[in-house]
């Protein structure tokens, strides 16, 4: 086999534990699901899953270790994701980033909208960067088959993971939603909820995930 069954066990298991702390990711699928129900937040775990697509197809082919040499580029990236969501957050609290959702002569929001929304969110993640720059290495047999092989193998892995626990997030999310969203109070608030948070995740990245050169 192209990965060892003991390793690719572990890896699943470490890959569960990491997924299972909530990231960018998952906040964001949380909120875009609340706001808008259980089909937005399934949109947006495909566009956060073909982010992670980008951060494999770097990997395979061996850009991340150029990445992964660079503080300067890591920095890069991790700010512009941070801004990123900086940015939904500010429209949000201004009322400017959804008026589809707040007036109901409109038509819904666009789920290709929470899918590409979704693939810059992870694109721009950096606990994605990380995973796969930092962590996924450590399961790379170097005496094994060809390195971009194992790569390939064990991102395929952690994303078939994530896409199973982020539809977990998502329709848990949603389904709270509509609960929340037959209260008149919540419909009051939810602008400055899901805002707030979007801000406060924007800033958090920001301030951690420092990238140390090996």
Do not use: C
């Amino acid at each position: 086999m192209i990965v060892q069954p003991g390793t690719l066990f572990v890896f699943a298991l470490a890959a569960l534990a990491i997924l299972a702390v909530p990231g960018p990711a998952v906040i964001y699928i949380v909120t875009r699901s609340i706001h808008q129900g259980r089909a937005a937040g399934i949109a947006s775990v495909l566009g956060i899953h073909a982010g992670t697509l980008v951060h494999l197809t770097a990997a395979t082919v061996g850009l991340s270790a150029i990445l992964a040499s660079s503080a300067t580029a890591f920095t890069v990236v991790k700010l512009l994701g941070a801004l990123y969501l900086i940015v939904i957050g500010i429209r949000t609290l201004l009322g400017r980033a959804d008026p589809d959702d707040t007036d109901p002569q409109r038509p819904p929001r666009r789920k290709r909208r929470d899918f590409a929304e979704g693939v810059v969110v992870n694109i721009l993640n950096p606990k994605t960067a990380l995973f796969f720059l930092a962590f996924l290495p450590q399961f790379v047999d170097p005496n094994g088959y060809h390195a971009w092989e194992q790569i390939l193998v064990l991102g395929l892995t952690f994303m078939l993971l994530g896409l199973i626990t982020d539809s977990m997030w998502a329709m848990a999310a949603g389904t709270a939603g509509e609960t929340l969203r037959k209260s008149r109070r919540w419909a009051q608030t939810q602008r400055y909820v899901s805002g707030t948070v979007f801000v406060g995740l924007g800033v958090v990245t920001a301030l951690t995930g420092s990238h140390h050169k090996a």
